[in-house]
């Protein structure tokens, strides 16, 4: 069953999260932790973004590989916006350094930004689902962390776990109602990630409001001091 969007909002402030470093068998790699600020923006002019999962980790690490099955804590995330599984299995992984949400949404036209900790060398990825869809979800992979900051846009991929059957019984967020999206559509999932194809008008919702083209958000990265 997947968990309501409307829940997840409510309780933001307890899904703040954050991960020790676990990588202790390897801290020569890097010897100085610095902070940064990671700034969501949202630019779809209707779609809500789910709290972000901003994920710091060695170059080695893939938060997902395109043609590949989604990993139960992405698929989790992107049809429902809990970053709750993802956050454990990054905790689990021995080439992620630090992970967090703030648990925010992030309404159109709106950002978010969050605080995290870095090392010189290391990579920062970030994921968030769009709430009006089944398993769509825009990240970024892998950017460097910058000596003063940097900037990318976040495409839209296709967690490929559940069926973009575009009706409300299975998808958490506006336009849907806050009762709706309690249920999964898994027998024509695609199976693996993929670019999302956006929205078609194939039941509940329009293309009109709910598509796009290209990338919907951007991630600013900004150290905070040397």
């Known amino acids: 069953m997947k968990i309501k969007l409307l829940t997840i909002a409510l309780c933001g402030a307890l899904s703040q999260t954050s991960l020790a ?8 790699y890097y010897p100085h932790m610095k902070k ?5 923006t949202n630019a779809h002019a209707y779609h809500v ?3 972000t999962v901003v994920t710091v980790h060695k170059p ?4 997902f590989t395109i043609a590949n099955p989604a990993s139960e804590g992405l698929a989790h995330q992107a049809e429902n916006g809990d970053p709750s599984v ?8 021995p080439y992620v350094i630090n992970a967090t949400t703030n648990g925010e949404l992030v309404p159109p036209g709106n950002s978010t930004t969050i605080e995290i900790m870095a090392p010189h060398r290391s990579r920062i990825s970030v994921s968030s689902m769009l709430a009006g869809t089944n398993d769509a979800f825009i990240a970024v992979r892998g950017m460097k962390t910058p000596k003063r900051r940097s900037q ?4 839209v991929y296709d967690a490929g776990s559940e069926a973009n059957n575009e009706d409300c019984a299975f998808i958490p967020g506006p336009p849907c109602s806050p009762e709706s999206g309690n249920m999964r559509a898994t027998d024509e999932a695609e199976g693996f990630v993929t670019l999302s194809n956006g929205i078609h008008g194939i039941k509940d919702l329009s293309p009109q409001d709910s598509d796009w083209r290209g990338p919907v958000a951007t991630v600013s990265i900004k150290r905070v001091h040397k």
């Open 21 to 28: 470093d676990n990588n202790s068998d390897d801290n020569s």
């Open 36 to 40: 940064y600020e990671v700034t969501i």
């Open 49 to 51: 973004l789910t709290p």
């Open 60 to 63: 080695r690490f893939k938060l």
């Open 86 to 93: 993802l956050l454990s299995e990054l905790d689990a992984n």
């Open 152 to 155: 990318s846009r976040a495409s």
